[in-house]
């Protein structure tokens, strides 16, 4: 064998061995990016587009919001926050609705001539910009009646858009539980960019 033979013979393994190691390099890289993608979307934050007027004009239909989950590690929701939650009509299982807290466990809601009362106290809400916030009819299956105690470990929501919102006086309060985020910032488009 001539030495430039045995040269040539000893790199062909090099050149081997080095594309082998940039092919598991690259699946790596994309198997490490996949999971933290997983991991944000599991444990922090959810993106979302709003399908729906229920909230105008806070939130528009085809805004885009992320929604954060580690707020509600540490804390339960509260009123005023905006949360994404699992819709509670089996009708339409695994589909996410947001809506604005108005009451917590323990709270007691009435409507009275289309205001909102909480403990009965009426409530400031400039965001609904005067709509009135009429009783709706109920799912089927579900009473809504007023004064309505919300149930310990629930929430009682309602989108901004009060005539044009089936929220908790439709199916009722949620549970804690089904909520995925807190609703904090609307990232598209550029003209309604925003913290919410």
Do not use: C
Request: proline share 7%.
């Amino acid at each position: 064998m001539y030495e430039s033979d045995h040269a040539a013979y000893q790199q062909r393994p090099r050149q081997s061995a080095g594309i082998l190691r940039t092919l598991l390099s690259v699946i790596g890289l994309v198997a490490m990016v996949l999971v933290l993608s997983w991991g944000l979307r599991t444990f922090i934050f959810q993106a979302y587009e709003i399908p729906s007027g229920s909230m105008e004009e806070t939130i528009k239909p085809g805004d885009m919001v992320f929604s954060e989950k580690i707020t509600y590690y540490s804390s339960d929701p509260a009123p005023g926050d905006i949360v994404t939650f699992e819709d509670p009509d089996p009708d339409h299982a695994g589909r996410i609705l947001i809506k604005r807290v108005i009451a917590v466990g323990g709270q007691v809601v009435d409507l009275r001539d289309g205001r909102v009362y909480v403990d009965d106290v009426l409530q400031d809400e400039p965001y609904t910009r005067g709509e009135p916030s009429f009783p709706l009819t109920s799912l089927p299956g579900t009473t809504v009646d007023y004064p309505y105690t919300v149930p310990a470990d629930s929430l009682w929501v309602m989108g901004d858009n009060r005539t044009n919102s089936q929220d908790s006086r439709y199916f009722g309060a949620i549970a804690e539980r089904s909520v995925t985020g807190k609703a904090i910032f609307i990232y598209w488009p550029l003209t309604d960019v925003g913290v919410l």
